[in-house]
């Protein structure tokens, strides 16, 4: 146990293998993907609003699947759920790779989706049940840590596999990775049986209740919370879409393309347990309103780049932004969960992040075919702008405790 753990908690240190090193698994296939998908979808014919269709399409399989992972989670426990998640990726990774049209590219993006939305569950579930209100800021910004050295290392590996050996390559080594997170799960799956606060919840019928109890009063600052998380997910998948075709435009290759993506996670690393800390001491509005700031100001000035240099700029400073708010939208998220049927609830609140991953590609592909490229990377800005004057201005701060949680 480590030193600031009280007894019956988890210290941070014991969930390295059993948690963190396959989430770097995982997330490092997903970002080996990043800057491949969109050009993978127009190496396959596909024009710009299908392409923004395209990768809308992961946040639509995550966004249906949102509600019935949080019910098999509280039935199945975490371990079985996070070990199908990870096989469930490899596999359509490994088909996603053998395939020539869009048809089954559209349907392997939804099923990966579907597969990201049951990992990403399952570790949320498991830090909320597992630490107070005080530490858990910290433990949720180590997620988004190791997903972000996962998003330094994907794109450059993806972006040079892309290069050396074509698209399809990138989705082979993917397949790859997940499949070593299944393995490393195995070898620490005996944190999971070790008699840790249960993992499993109430029955998917009673979730309705403990959610009507923990929003009752404040139905206010939860749609207000919503709106904002919405908000931050358009501008993340906005620079994932962005970025891609504008490295296009400026005659930028793939290899570029991941090299930019790489670098910009890599300054996220420098401020992610920092985030965690600042969330935790201070309050959740400290990283959650430079980290929307911070991405508006970059995708702005997208269009004012002409090459490499500049849109590396560009990326760096979202790089700062998106460090700052590591583990933001999981750490409020489990601020506003109950106890019991904590799986159902996160599913709810998973759903309304992924309205925003969803229509993020779908706004940008429908703008850049209608008023250009150009338009699009400005139009999300705006957007932000308008979800940081929310967050500063009408929701209410969510860390309401300093210590431990009964």
């Known amino acids: 146990m480590n030193a600031d753990t009280n007894p019956g908690e988890v210290g941070i240190r014991s969930l ?23 050009l993978f979808a127009r190496f396959l014919g596909a024009g710009l609003g299908l392409t923004g269709v395209i ?17 098999i989670i509280s039935r199945a426990g975490r371990l079985p759920v996070l070990l199908l998640s990870a096989a469930a990726t490899a596999l359509t990774a490994a088909v996603t790779g053998s395939i020539e049209r869009l048809l089954p590219l559209a349907i392997l993006t939804i099923a990966m989706g579907a597969a990201h939305v049951v990992w990403v569950l399952s570790i949320q579930t498991h830090i909320r049940q597992n630490f107070p209100a005080y530490r858990r800021g910290r433990a949720m910004a180590l997620v988004g840590g190791t997903t972000r050295i996962g998003w330094v290392l994907g794109p450059i590996v993806g972006g040079y596999l892309g ?38 919840g109430v029955p998917f019928r009673t979730a309705g209740f403990p959610f009507v109890r923990t929003v009752q009063g404040r139905w206010r600052s939860f749609l207000l919370l919503g709106m904002v998380v919405i908000t931050l997910q358009i501008l993340r998948m906005g620079r994932q879409t962005i970025l891609p075709l504008w490295g296009e435009r400026v005659a930028l290759d793939v290899a570029a393309i991941g090299l930019i993506f790489g670098i910009s996670r890599a300054v996220e690393l420098l401020l992610f347990y920092p985030a965690g800390v600042l969330m935790d001491r201070l309050g ?3 990283t959650a309103v430079p980290c929307i700031i911070l991405q508006s100001l970059s995708l702005a000035m997208i269009p004012l780049t002409r090459g490499f240099p500049g849109l590396l700029l560009v990326s760096m400073i979202a790089g700062i932004g998106n460090g700052l708010g590591a583990g933001i939208v999981l750490t409020l998220g489990a601020d506003l969960s109950p106890r019991t049927a904590t799986g159902e609830f996160l599913g709810i609140w998973h759903l309304m992040g992924d309205i925003g991953a ?18 699009a990377p400005l139009i999300i800005a705006g957007i932000g702008i308008a979800g940081a004057w929310l967050m500063i201005y009408r929701v209410t701060e969510t860390l309401a405790t300093k210590g431990p949680e009964s």
């Open 358 to 375: 969803v229509s993020g590609p779908l706004l940008i592909g429908a703008v850049a075919q209608s008023l250009g490229l150009l338009a």
């Open 16 to 38: 390295i293998l059993p948690l963190y090193a396959p989430t770097l698994c995982v997330m490092f296939g997903y970002g080996m993907i990043i800057p491949v998908l969109p």
């Open 55 to 71: 990768v809308s399409l992961r946040g639509v399989g995550s966004l249906l699947f949102d509600l019935p992972a949080g019910a």
């Open 284 to 286: 959740r509005k400290w």
């Open 163 to 200: 290069r050396r050996f074509g698209l399809q390559a990138v989705y082979f080594g993917q397949a790859l990775v997940c499949s070593i997170a299944v393995i490393l799960l195995l070898i620490g799956s005996s944190h999971y049986r070790s008699g840790l606060r249960t993992q499993r």
